[in-house]
């Protein structure tokens, strides 16, 4: 039976599977071969679009000519993702091997669109670069009273939870689902790292909640995960530790993993923040994270379960005045004296860069540094740093810079992509309509890290939008990461953020803090020393080549200048200019070009629909207002630190 | 029937009043003469007394002899809060033509001790200089998602409510009554002026409520005010408007009014914050603030009572960019025009500086420049800016500075004085125990503000502790305010705390805000030029004189500098010392004095109590740490703006 294509509810935004997008697919002839849920999927999908544009779909022997065949080749239980692609004679033909290669292959045609169906193409093979594309949802199921529903959620509620309760939306959830797999993510962990009472009890008793979940998201190929305690075995299980060595906690572990599997038996496995920002972990028991990791991996692995193990541990109650410290070392130091510990299913998931999702960072070096452990690369789709879905800000050339810097590596790359979700239960699903593309980009690079983020976007573009305002929204969006950086913290230096929620500027807000995260500007310059010739040594821990450019402020590339030097005032960039006029260049320049993306879109009227121009027009006016802010207090404060004129006089508060 | 004096609860501290100095009376052949509640009160009390030490209390023609005569000379519908008292002969005589007079003389006489029963004294008359001694309680019904039970209280929950709900412990609500009326006391709002949802319906269906607190509070002589929104009329009264001048509007009022006066005979009248931070007020209607307060007034004046009108009106959405705007100069600005406008009942409740409850600020202009309006000046108890309860700040000298500065001043002076309240459910009342210390001084300068604040802290040093610590605990709270200020703000600058809590520095954190609430330092100089001939002008709203003084930086006292001037980090201040040199100085001064001052507290162990010594020795381990905080990040931030170094050569990050 063809399972129906899930309805979206009333006024929710189709993202980038508007039924337009199904024409080519729905006006034509489409045979599809083989057995099993994911293609009972794949012909609901088809046959839906053929109910709505006239075309016909048939199954398995059934007499052509088709325009279209899409098979899968084996019994199904094959676990490959990949999907054959040719086009001759008239006809295109997807063959797979495993159901969820037929899906992919299904959702390349409807990417594909008209050009899917005219031509020749050669066989090729698609298969995504890395096995794991997993989006990690900050959700709460309880509101927690400082974080709200959603940790740094920007769009509105939650998919999966309400106010202590699992909302049982299950067909909004199957819409997601379909999102996603349009754009090659194939895994989903339903709640926040930082796991609270509530949310707890996810694994125990409240498992037939996620189960549900796990059901909706299973027919578009993806699988789910949960975020749980280190503590579990002492809060929800009654013993009086969590020690990984302890057999009694081991035991428990393994019963609580039997018991997930019979409710989800997909189940994808624990995402785990442990000794972390104040959650638990191994260390209060003078064990390992290897120790910790392996405990849960080996609870998991009899069912294909994996753990991913978050290596954001770092000493988070610093004195400011100690100068010794420097977070960015953090997950370097704690971790790579454990590289080769972990087990197979123990993934170690690194941000991208050592501190937090700052607009600008280098590559973690730890990514590079762990040969032996499965690694998973963490990026944040919510925007919490970048404009928090107020601002238009693509990541897509971001990630792409840190996946192609990964790529170029000598030492091991990663096997897994994650990102932090921004999605919730507002009506464009991610608050600001523009950061879809966020989402959809974060999926295509995880299945090609090495993929052209510009052609992504002109794909998301297309399927979301169609063709009429492409250009206008390449111009607002192309360069939009690059516009926020400029008018936000400069040169690498990061977190002049207001403390807390961290949306808008605060250039002392983290400096006296305890959080490890400062800048140290003073009259005569600004900037972090995290060389090994004076300062916190963290430069040392990239590979040679990269560690000798990091070093020296003279090869230290400008957009991470502040990041590894402190420089004076006066310092001469690359680009020529000093690092004063640096500051207020961009700052000015950062928010002309903002007003410009406004202009732009405010002529996108009549080519885009109504709801969306109105929601984005009415963010561009929080976001140029947030933007002439962030320019005011950064040129301010830098002016009346250094006493360093503009040199084209310009307003300075 | 003698009323029984209130039970403290288990645990609960007995600040000023402990069974101890009630001895001299208890041990003493007391009569007392009249007849009415508050002479009850009074016999309940000697009686309760001479039950504990041996003593004998006698009514109206019993014969002698006394040591102590108590009589109320009239009926006791005297209104007068004043007493006549001499000794000769061997027996002390207090005498009053007003029931309250009386208690407020037999408190007198417990404030004596034995100096009341020696030798002679000749007759002499005692009165409150000021009518209205007023204590507003900010505290909520409903725990508010931000503020919480109490808004800035910082001595657990609330007295009179809790969790949407009134606590119904009256006998706590008694004893505190008589810990009010033993130090002069005769007024108490019981909400916040900030009116929530809840909270505003006490003025209607839940009045009940507040009656069971008047009953509590009444039998010591004090009358109860409320809080109530100005949009009353539309949130409980289904009206669409809430105009002043509105018929219906002022129907409505004296309809509610008459229902309050029911349940509440001696109702004290309304405690209105209008057009402030978001409160709702006249002006939404175009009338002025005279027009609001007048209209309440009228609907409380056949009843006696009066409208608390506060003048904390300013623009809380100010742009930091915007030099023109002061809000120093709000209050005036606002209110000045108005004089003459207001009805005799209705009173202007001023704030003793332009700001808010800062360590220091200059008093407000506004205070003298209101010749035809009824004035409360409003202190804070409660120590939102100063220590929070957690720092020992005994605020004594500086309410003392601000009431002999209006003392001196030739404008007419003000009739009342109101202090926000510092006391919540805490055992100690006060959270830090020697709090109480500002509670009690409140009440005694309310009660003659030209007293000595250091006999006042001696009285209540003497009738909470006895005379042993005596010396230590001035040692300890004497300067302590001044302490407090050295080591936080300096020179009058104010607000370089963290936003939303106030506790702890944060020297920038209100520098780039809507709050009107900027230093102005750049790396040359720091303070804010409010003179009339560079600055705002603020300078000019004062008399003559003091505006003369203030003008200049050359005359202006240097505790006040920074308010009123932006100088040079090298502009020598009148000690000889320079502002930067200032600055460092006074940080570790600060710092080195509160560490003596925890020494001191040390030292006193055997002569406090366990539990007072243990909270105090406790919250002394807080300060120090926070004190160290403040005079780490003031230096830092000055050392790196100003790039002076300290003369002394001492570490600064």
Known sequence: MPRPVPVLPEGVDPAWLPVRAFRPIGTRRTLIRGSGPLVETVHGEVAEACARFGG??????????????????????????????????????????????????????????????????????????????????????????????????????????????????????????????????????????????????????????????????????????????????????????????????????????????????????????????????????????????????????????????????????????????????????HFVPLDGEFAANAVLQVKHGPMDFQVREPVSPLISAMSHTTLAVELQATQEYTGQQRHVCWLGPMWSEVLRFLGDQEGPAFEELVAVSNVGDDPFWTGHPLAQANLYTFGRLAWQPDADPGGILDEWIRLSFGTGPAAGLHAVLDGSWRTYEKYTAPLGVGFMVQPGHHYGPSVDGYEYSPWGTYHFADRDGVGVDRSVASGTGYAGQYAKAWAEVYESAESCPDELLLFFHHVPYGHVLKSGRTVIQHIYDTHFEGVAEAEAAARVWESLAGLVTPARHARVAELFEEQLRSAREWRDQINSYFLRKSGVPDAEGRVIY
Chains 1, 2 share one sequence.
């Open 56 to 333: 016909r779909v048939e199954r398995d022997a059934a007499p052509g000519p088709f325009d279209l065949v899409l098979e899968l080749t084996g019994s199904g239980d094959d676990s490959s993702e990949a999907f054959g692609y040719e086009r001759g004679r008239g006809c295109t033909t997807v063959t797979a091997t495993g159901a969820r290669g037929l899906l992919y292959g299904f959702f390349h045609v409807v990417r594909l669109g008209e050009a899917a169906f005219v031509g020749e193409a050669q066989q090729a093979l698609h298969e995504p670069a890395l096995a794991l594309r997993m989006l990690d949802h900050w959700d709460n199921v309880a509101v927690h009273p400082v974080m709200g529903q959603v940790e740094r959620g920007y769009a509105g509620g939650s998919l999966f939870w309400a106010a202590g309760r699992a909302r049982g939306e299950l067909e909004r959830v199957r819409a997601y689902g379909r999102l996603l797999a349009a754009c090659g993510i194939n895994a989903v962990a339903v709640n926040n790292v930082n796991v609270h009472e509530v949310e707890a009890r996810l694994l125990t008793d409240r498992i037939g909640e996620v189960a549900d979940i796990a059901g909706a998201l299973r027919p578009y190929g993806i699988r789910t995960h949960l975020s749980v305690t280190f503590a579990a075995p002492i809060v929800l299980g009654g013993l009086e530790t969590a020690d990984p060595l302890d057999g009694r906690v081991r035991e428990w572990w393994a019963g609580a993993v039997a018991r997930v599997h019979e409710a989800i038996p997909d189940f994808g496995g624990f995402v785990v923040k442990a000794d972390s920002e104040g959650q638990p972990g191994p260390f209060a028991y003078g064990r390992t994270h290897a120790d910790g990791a392996n405990m849960l991996a080996a609870a998991l692995e009899p069912y294909g379960g994996t753990v991913h193990w978050r290596a954001f541990v770092y000493d988070h109650r610093q004195d400011w005045r100690d100068r010794t410290t420097d977070r960015a070392r953090a997950a370097y130091d």
